[in-house]
């Protein structure tokens, strides 16, 4: 059984500050991984997926990297914002379906 | 462009009470998911169709939970009756699968309390 584990479970750095949020998953075999912010009281958007045959995925100043083999990702913020304040959560999906299995996220706070 | 809507936003019952979510996909996605989140166990897989059809329900909880999808554009998720411990945050999300990897939307969830 997959098993997704985020640590630590919370954050707090001060603005400007580059930091490095990291996951790690038993199972290799995946298909792809996912990174999701999720702010208070809403749902899940999606920031970064990268596929299984992939090793990294940039999108301005977030950068997300996948090594299969050791079974783990880290998504790296750079020059990091109070607007960056968030759940930040990680998700594989199995190679021979649609299921995502989660890990239960870090919160971060950026402190001005 | 509408995201996936989730319907109602909150709901204060009591236990033994009927509870009906509802979700509206995002338009043209294929597949459908249910998820529930609570601080102690996290963000959980309950249910997801494709096209429709129910394709893995191993996350439903026991037998008083239900899901359906009727349509392309409308899924509920029933419970019933209600217990103290159903209390969470539950999610849908749409995408599209079958087309490159595509990412999974969610809408903002309904907050469930059950008294």
């Given at each position: 059984?997959?098993?997704?584990?985020?640590?630590?479970?919370?954050?707090?750095?001060?603005?400007?500050?580059?930091?490095?949020?990291?996951?790690?998953?038993?199972?290799?075999?995946?298909?792809?991984?996912?990174?999701?912010?999720?702010?208070?009281?809403?749902?899940?958007?999606?920031l970064l997926?990268?596929?299984?045959?992939?090793?990294?995925q940039t999108s301005g100043r977030l950068n997300?990297?996948?090594?299969?083999?050791?079974?783990?990702?880290?998504?790296?913020?750079?020059?990091?914002?109070?607007?960056?304040?968030?759940?930040?959560?990680?998700?594989?999906?199995?190679?021979?379906?649609?299921?995502?299995?989660?890990?239960?996220?870090?919160?971060?706070?950026?402190?001005? | 462009?509408?995201?996936?809507?989730?319907?109602?936003?909150?709901?204060?019952?009591?236990?033994?009470?009927?509870?009906?979510?509802?979700?509206?996909?995002?338009?043209?996605?294929?597949?459908?998911?249910?998820?529930?989140?609570?601080?102690?166990?996290?963000?959980?897989?309950?249910?997801?169709?494709?096209?429709?059809?129910?394709?893995?329900?191993?996350?439903?909880?026991?037998?008083?939970?239900?899901?359906?999808?009727?349509?392309?554009?409308?899924?509920?998720?029933?419970?019933?009756?209600?217990?103290?411990?159903?209390?969470?945050?539950?999610?849908?999300?749409?995408?599209?699968?079958?087309?490159?990897?595509?990412?999974?939307?969610?809408?903002?969830?309904?907050?469930?309390?059950?008294?």
């Open positions: 059984k997959q098993e997704v584990t985020q640590i630590p479970a919370a954050l707090s750095v001060p603005e400007g500050e580059n930091l490095v949020l990291n996951c790690s998953f038993t199972d290799s075999a995946i298909y792809n991984l996912q990174w999701f912010r999720q702010d208070p009281g809403k749902g899940l958007t999606s997926l990268i596929q299984s045959s992939q090793r990294e997300a990297s996948l090594d299969k083999s050791s079974g783990r990702s880290t998504l790296y913020i750079a020059a990091s914002q109070p607007g960056d304040s968030a759940t930040y959560l990680c998700a594989v999906r199995r190679p021979d379906n649609s299921k995502l299995t989660f890990g239960k996220g870090i919160t971060l706070s950026v402190r001005p | 462009d509408a995201g996936v809507i989730q319907s109602p936003r909150h709901e204060v019952t009591e236990m033994g009470q009927e509870v009906t979510l509802r979700c509206k996909p995002i338009s043209g996605h294929n597949s459908l998911f249910w998820y529930r989140q609570t601080m102690m166990r996290g963000l959980e897989l309950l249910i997801y169709f494709n096209n429709n059809v129910p394709i893995d329900d191993s996350g439903m909880p026991e037998d008083r939970f239900s899901a359906k999808m009727p349509n392309a554009s409308f899924s509920t998720l029933k419970i019933q009756p209600s217990e103290p411990r159903d209390s969470a945050v539950y999610f849908c999300a749409s995408s599209l699968v079958g087309e490159g990897n595509q990412p999974q939307h969610f809408g903002d969830g309904t907050r469930l309390s059950i008294l």
